[in-house]
C-alpha cells in the first residue's frame, strides 16, 4: 500500500509540475524554488515534471528553428 500511495504522490507531482511550467510557468518556477530541499514523492515528481516539460518546450523550439531555417534555404535557391 505504502508504493502506492508514493506512486500516487508522485505521479500527482509529476502531473503539477508538468502543467504548471506549460501554462503557468512563473508560477512554477517560484514552487519549484520554495520546495527544491524537500525530498518527498511529491516534490520529485513536480521537479521532473518541469523537467520533462522544459525538455519538450527546447526540443520544440528546436524542431520550429530548423523548420524556419529549411524554409529559408527553399526560398533562397
Not at 7 to 35: C, H, I, Q
Not at 42 to 55: C, N, P
Amino acid at each position: 500500500m505504502e508504493t502506492l500511495i508514493n506512486e500516487t504522490e508522485y505521479k500527482d507531482g509529476f502531473n503539477r509540475g508538468y502543467w504548471l511550467l506549460n501554462y503557468e510557468p512563473d508560477v512554477a518556477k517560484l514552487l519549484m524554488e520554495s520546495s527544491k530541499d524537500k525530498t518527498d514523492e511529491f516534490s520529485t515528481g513536480f521537479s521532473e515534471g518541469m523537467r520533462q516539460a522544459q525538455q519538450e518546450k527546447t526540443l520544440n523550439e528546436f524542431e520550429e528553428l530548423r523548420n524556419n531555417n529549411e524554409q529559408q534555404q527553399d526560398l533562397d535557391r
